[in-house]
């Protein structure tokens, strides 16, 4: 609903929400359209938060850090995340992303700990990856809301 298609022009996030409102009962179910309403409430107020955490210099950091952790995981280098790892621990907390040096500890942690299951390192990194894709997100949107703000001033 919120995407451009050739059928009809894309509509905000809150038509979305009243067309999934006035559809509930029928074409979804209500108690799942009110829980996703509130996950991706939820979702956009950390975006809002997090948005004015960050500069650019980070967010580019993040990503590049989020190349380096999927290369790591597909080539099962342990070593490697927990060296990834601790770069992101180090970077987030100068950032102030608590959540996103927290997960990067765990990680580090887990990869470093040679009783670790593989599956669990797989568990964290991609929790990490979540968290690092969230974090570039609200960066990207404050700078696509700021330059909306300019064109419309």
Do not use: W
């Not at 990490?128 to 300019?150: G, K």
């Amino acid at each position: 609903m919120t995407s451009d298609n050739v059928y009809r022009a894309a509509r905000d996030r809150q038509a979305a929400f009243a067309e999934l409102r006035r559809c509930a009962g029928t074409q979804f179910d209500p108690n799942l359209v009110e829980t996703f309403i509130t996950a991706v409430e939820n979702r956009y107020e950390f975006r809002v938060a997090s948005s004015h955490k960050i500069s650019r210099e980070a967010a580019v950091g993040f990503g590049q850090q989020m190349e380096r952790l999927a290369d790591a995981l597909d080539h099962q280098d342990v070593s490697g995340l927990a060296v990834i790892a601790d770069k992101l621990n180090r970077t987030a907390k100068h950032v102030g992303e608590a959540e996103l040096a927290e997960t990067a500890a765990e990680l580090q942690a887990a990869a470093t700990n040679p009783d670790s299951e593989l599956i669990e390192i797989v568990r964290i990194t991609n929790q990490l990856l979540a968290t690092c894709r969230e974090t570039q997100t609200a960066f990207l949107d404050r700078i696509m809301d700021t330059e909306a703000s300019v064109a419309i001033s």
